[in-house]
């Protein structure tokens, strides 16, 4: 098979492609012929070299695919054996740029009625952040004021859908007009243009000095200050990503006067049970809602996966909105 790898730590340069042994599935796994392949935050910082493959795992970058299952490992059983045939989409730790890939079974699902094959590529990687952050760790409730910071990426375009659904009232974040346009159409109730705005007093005002319940965060130490500033009394801030560094000063009176919460996850280290679990809670809870349209697939653009380098240099642009996939085909 044709995969993706990383030849360096560096720029989308050091990304090439070659042959590799077809995967071979183990008891309780499923091989997938993969149609398309997500881009992810975490494909970049892994070609960085700062964000390593879990323990196991493959090497090759990809996070989330969508395919048909074309074989499950010896022994496997009747329940995993019925998948072959069957339009899924998965979530994995890695391998994702490879036109084969195998994965645990429970952690496929079929792809949604009304969603491409090729669009579905991008889905359950953002919906499983999403539910099992905004839902689990974070407890979101409808009232509840919400802030996400890049409201129109992949991650963003997804949680402000899935928030105006549930009745939260929806901050975010964006770096153009453009952008703030597209993030109220996607269900913003408020806009803050972080080049041009100071985003801790637009918190203050918007609230009326309240400050927001809960901080869905890809940033990092750039914002830790002003996140914790931005959070009411009893307030969350959630952390998934590190954009703007991994080292901060915290102020742990300002915590403990507001009695504050910060809770750092990331989904790709969660061991197979706890990425079933999640995977299975997205399918009863999230799948509907992109089925009956109220939350509605942001692709953005697609790249040939022999163009791989180039849709990673259109992801570090910053200009994408949306989901960046790769096609096999």
């Known amino acids: 098979m044709r995969a993706v790898q990383y030849s360096d730590a560096g720029g989308p340069e050091v990304i090439a492609l070659a042959?590799?042994?077809?995967?071979?599935?183990?008891?309780?796994?499923?091989?997938i012929e993969v149609a398309a392949a997500g881009l992810n935050r975490a494909d970049v910082m892994q070609r960085l070299g700062?964000?390593?493959?879990?323990?196991?795992?493959?090497?090759?970058?990809?996070?989330?695919?969508?395919?048909?299952?074309?074989?499950?490992?010896?022994?496997?059983?009747?329940i995993v054996e019925e998948l072959i045939g069957k339009a899924v989409v998965a979530l994995l730790?890695?391998?994702?740029?490879?036109?084969?890939?195998?994965?645990?079974?429970?952690?496929?699902?079929?792809?949604?009625?009304?969603?491409?094959?090729t669009d579905a590529a991008g889905l359950i990687e953002v919906a499983a952040t999403v539910h099992s952050n905004l839902r689990g760790e974070a407890q979101v409730k409808p009232g509840d004021t919400v802030l996400v910071h890049g409201g129109t990426g992949g991650i963003g375009s997804f949680a402000l859908q899935y928030l105006h659904g549930l009745g939260a009232e929806v901050l975010t974040t964006v770096g153009s007009a453009d952008k703030a346009s597209l993030a109220v159409e996607l269900g913003?109730?408020?806009?803050?243009?972080?080049?041009?705005?100071?985003?801790?007093?637009?918190?203050?005002?918007?609230?009326?000095?309240?400050?927001?319940?809960?901080?869905?965060?890809?940033?990092?130490?750039?914002?830790?200050?002003?996140?914790?500033?931005?959070?009411?009394t009893a307030g969350r801030l959630v952390i998934i990503g590190l954009q703007g560094g991994r080292t901060?000063?915290?102020?742990?009176?300002?915590?403990?006067?507001?009695?504050?919460?910060?809770i750092a996850t990331t989904?790709?280290?969660?061991?197979?049970?706890?990425?079933?679990?999640?995977?299975?809670a997205v399918g009863a809870e999230i799948w509907p809602l992109i089925e009956s349209g109220q939350i509605r697939i942001q692709t953005d653009k697609t790249f040939p996966l022999e163009q791989a380098a180039a849709a990673h240099e259109y992801f570090d642009s910053g200009t994408h909105t949306g989901k960046v996939l790769l096609t096999m085909t």
């Not at 077809?22 to 499923?30: E, I, N, S």
């Not at 989904?267 to 079933?276: N, P």
């Open 19 to 31: 042959e590799q042994a077809d995967p071979t599935p183990a008891t309780g796994q499923v091989l």
């Open 50 to 78: 700062v964000y390593p493959p879990p323990r196991g795992a493959s090497e090759i970058p990809g996070l989330e695919v969508s395919g048909r299952v074309i074989a499950a490992g010896q022994g496997s059983g009747v």
């Open 93 to 117: 730790a890695g391998g994702g740029y490879a036109e084969k890939v195998v994965v645990d079974a429970r952690h496929v699902l079929p792809v949604p009625t009304g969603v491409s094959l």
């Open 188 to 232: 913003a109730d408020h806009v803050i243009n972080y080049r041009e705005e100071d985003l801790g007093a637009r918190v203050q005002e918007l609230t009326e000095g309240r400050g927001v319940d809960v901080i869905l965060d890809v940033v990092g130490a750039k914002y830790l200050e002003t996140n914790l500033r931005s959070l009411a």
């Open 248 to 262: 901060a000063e915290l102020d742990l009176g300002l915590m403990l006067a507001k009695r504050l919460r910060i």
């Open 267 to 280: 989904l790709r280290s969660r061991d197979a049970e706890a990425k079933a679990e999640i995977v299975q």
